[in-house]
């Protein structure tokens, strides 16, 4: 199995970026497609971002497209999410997941197998 922690979160102004990266220990010599997840209070966990094993395919949830970019280094096993333009609505905890696999890269919750604890991400108005 594979193991994840989170980290880059924190409190930003409307407009400002943020980096999150996710860094993968244990079982990441098979391949493994990432996403990051949100959460915000008294909503349930939503897709944001997710990225193939291979970084070739990269699906985006339709209130992000444009302004967020996943990556990924898989020499590091680590997954990035670059948030650009950020908006007050995209406040929530940020959770990376993970699932073995090659294919296309899932955008729903239930096919993640491995989550990671979660980072806080505000952002003021």
């Known amino acids: 199995q594979v193991q994840l922690v989170e980290s880059g979160g924190g409190l930003v102004q409307a407009g ?3 980096r999150l990266s996710c860094a993968a220990s244990g079982r990441t010599g098979s391949s493994y497609a990432m996403g990051w997840f ?12 997710a990225i193939s094993w291979s970084g070739g395919s990269t699906p985006y949830a339709a209130s992000v497209k444009g302004r967020f970019t996943i990556s990924r280094d898989n020499a590091k096993n680590t997954v990035y999410l670059q948030m650009n333009s950020l908006k007050p609505e995209d406040t929530a905890v ?11 890269p899932r955008p ?18």
Not at 38 to 49: L, N, S, T
Not at 108 to 125: A, N, P
């Open 94 to 104: 940020y959770y990376c997941a993970a699932y073995y696999g090659s294919g296309y």
């Open 38 to 49: 949100r959460q915000a209070p008294g909503k349930e966990r939503e897709f944001v971002a």
């Open 16 to 18: 400002g970026s943020l």
């Open 108 to 125: 729903v919750v239930s096919e993640y197998d491995y989550w990671g604890q979660g980072t806080q991400v505000t952002v003021s108005s």
